[in-house]
């Protein structure tokens, strides 16, 4: 559905994005997680045909951006970080305006009704855009965006600057857009990404430092582990645990509860050693206090492969 192939921009002498390459398939949402500056915006914008790039290509639905632009934008809704809002307008007339500067022919009441319900804006239809919230604000801008009914929705930032109901708001509506489109959106929020994504771009400096799902990406990084705390003599424990087979490696961690011991174990497969280390503590006279999966989140796992927290901003 999108084919981008060596995106690179220039200004001036500063390259900004650095050969980008990725593609996306049809029904996909993919999300573009990156820090301040790292280049999600550029890549929106040449995307959307917004910018020009210093090379590289763009393709939408099979339509290069730069040769076939009007082709190309039909495949495409876009939610630029500041929506294109005019706020003495009504929510009426926004979307009218928008309507035919899209020159749209799908039936304009049922289309736009069918935009208001997707956006969740029905209920303030009538109201003066400048009186609303932003997080109605910004779910106008998406309405603004589904006119046409494109098969791409580009979405830059769709949660900044929205309060924690909002954003939770926004992002029910993503996972829903993606159940009829292909959507990509930028965040620098990564639990936001781990909800939405089915893939996740890591970016930084213009560069893409990975390309997996969110879940792949955690397990590929942190490796598998998990911790079991067992009510037993730490010593002989510890000698048992590192016998079960799987386990490759066992570490004393600090635990809560005093009549129990704690450990970290790396493992061969999580779900096959949970298996046998119960089997074992059960022929023990031991207890079994506690077995979890130890779990790096997203934002661990951007901070491992960016390697530093400059340039975060929240
Ligand atoms: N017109 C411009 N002239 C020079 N440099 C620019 C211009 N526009 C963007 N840049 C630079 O390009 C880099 C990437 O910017 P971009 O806006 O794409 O980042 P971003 O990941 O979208 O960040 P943000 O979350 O702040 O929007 C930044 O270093 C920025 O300063």
New binding site residues.
């Given amino acids: 559905m999108i084919e981008v192939r060596e995106l690179v921009k220039n200004?001036?002498s500063?390259r900004?994005l650095d050969h980008i390459s990725f593609d996306v398939n049809k029904g996909e949402i993919l999300g573009l997680l990156?820090?301040?500056?790292?280049?999600?915006?550029?890549?929106m914008n040449i995307m959307t045909g917004n910018l020009s790039s210093t090379g590289g290509t763009v393709r939408l639905n099979g339509h290069e951006i730069l040769e076939e632009p009007l082709q190309a934008k039909k495949e495409l809704g876009y939610l630029p970080?500041n929506p294109p809002l005019y706020p003495d307008m009504t929510v009426k007339e926004y979307l009218k305006f928008a309507y035919r500067l899209k020159k749209c022919r799908l039936p304009y009441k049922e289309h736009i009704e069918d935009v208001c319900k997707a956006a969740y804006i029905t209920d303030v239809y009538d109201r003066v855009i400048k009186n609303l919230s932003k997080g109605y604000r910004q779910r106008i801008g998406i309405a603004q965006a589904l006119i046409g009914e494109p098969k791409i929705l580009i979405l830059?930032?769709p949660t900044s600057g929205l309060d924690p109901v909002q954003m939770l708001e926004i992002r029910n509506l993503i996972t829903r857009l993606g159940k009829k489109h292909t959507v990509i959106f930028?965040s620098?929020i990564l639990p936001e990404v781990q909800a939405v994504c089915d893939r996740v771009l890591v970016?930084q400096k213009?560069r893409i430092l990975a390309d997996d799902t969110p879940k792949h990406l955690e397990e590929t990084l942190s490796g598998k582990k998990l911790k079991v705390c067992i009510a037993g003599p730490e010593r002989e424990v510890e000698q048992a645990l590192r016998e079960v087979p799987g386990v490759l490696k066992v570490s004393r961690i600090l635990c809560q509860d005093k009549r129990s011991c704690s450990f970290e174990l790396q493992v061969e497969d999580e779900t096959d050693v949970r298996w046998k280390i119960a089997a074992k503590i059960k022929q023990s006279p031991w207890l079994l206090t506690e077995i979890t999966g130890v779990h790096l989140s997203l934002e661990d796992i951007f901070l491992k492969l960016t390697g530093k927290k400059e340039g975060r901003?929240q």
Avoid: P
Wanted: glycine letters at 22%; a neutral charge.
């Fill in positions: 200004y001036g500063k900004v990156g820090a301040n500056g790292a280049g999600k915006t550029t890549t970080e830059d930032e930028s620098h970016i213009g901003k």
